[in-house]
């Protein structure tokens, strides 16, 4: 991808800013281009832009886009997912369906959040900090554990999951409340960019549930980035409600609805 090309994708990227967050941190990063795929319209202006890694994640302003990343989709088998906005994951899926192994999981409506740093709701402030390389296999096992209830998989089956959990620690992306010893609250960056910076991995371990430790935790690490971000966003399974309360109660904000489909 040549360096005018790049600068046109991440203008249209950011005029969606928190839909695109995870498109727009691949290609501000060196060595990824190749993975990336772009659409112009008649008038040569992009209108879309696609990334095939162990994940395809979609961005277009119409379906004319979309049927030419679906076509693009036939050179990337073996996927692990499909992530985008709803409407036109439904489109690319309908598309690639014919020859594409079907979805073991397809998560078709998940609210969008982000959060202004005038919004936050969070007057509690606890101990949250970002965790240190020896947390690692814990925070690994947390992990493991919320993907086993939710996707019915335990991730640590597949070769460098715990290493990856490592070098995102060493990076500083993890954040954790410890109390006496003992994990209250873990998550994570999972995307960032200049305009945001995207939170995943929200997990509260399940025996300190009930005691407010997710919105003291969430509202609190939520403060510490708006220090160093301009603003945050997350998604989540629209079934999640005590996830979605938690989220509108500390000031985020749903802005769109994206999609997963999830391949074994």
């Known amino acids: 991808m040549g360096r005018a090309t790049r600068r046109e994708a991440i203008a249209y990227l950011e005029r969606r800013p ?9 290609i501000e990063a060196p060595r990824t281009a190749d993975a990336l795929f772009v659409w112009r319209d008649y008038n040569q202006a992009v209108s879309g832009v696609v990334y095939f890694g162990a994940h395809a994640v979609v961005a277009a302003d119409d379906d004319t886009a979309v049927d030419a990343f679906a076509v693009e989709a036939r050179r990337h088998p073996g996927l692990r997912s499909f992530v985008g906005p709803a409407d036109r994951l439904a489109h690319f899926w309908a598309r690639v369906q ?3 192994p079907p979805p073991s999981i397809i998560r078709g409506r998940q609210p969008l959040y982000a959060l202004l740093p005038a919004a936050l709701n969070a007057p509690e402030r606890v101990a949250i900090r970002r965790a240190v390389p020896n947390e690692a296999e814990a925070i690994a096992g947390n992990s493991a554990e919320m993907m086993i209830g939710e996707l019915g998989y335990d991730p640590r089956e597949r070769s460098g999951f715990t290493a990856n959990v490592r070098r995102a620690i060493e990076a500083g ?22 305009r945001t910076a995207q939170i995943q991995g929200v997990w509260t371990p399940p ?9 003291a935790a969430l509202g609190s690490i939520s403060a510490a980035l708006l220090d160093e971000c301009a603003t945050l966003s997350l998604y989540v399974n629209d079934f999640n409600r005590p996830a979605i309360a938690l989220y509108e109660q500390l000031g985020y904000v749903q802005v ?3 999609a997963t489909y999830l391949f074994a």
């Open 18 to 26: 928190y839909e695109n967050v995870f498109l727009q941190s691949v």
């Open 98 to 100: 014919v020859w594409h």
């Open 173 to 194: 992306l993890w954040w954790v409340w410890m109390s006496e010893g003992e994990l209250r609250f873990q998550c994570n960056i999972g995307a960032r960019t200049s």
């Open 207 to 215: 025996a300190r549930r009930g005691h407010g430790f997710a919105r």
């Open 256 to 258: 769109a609805t994206f």
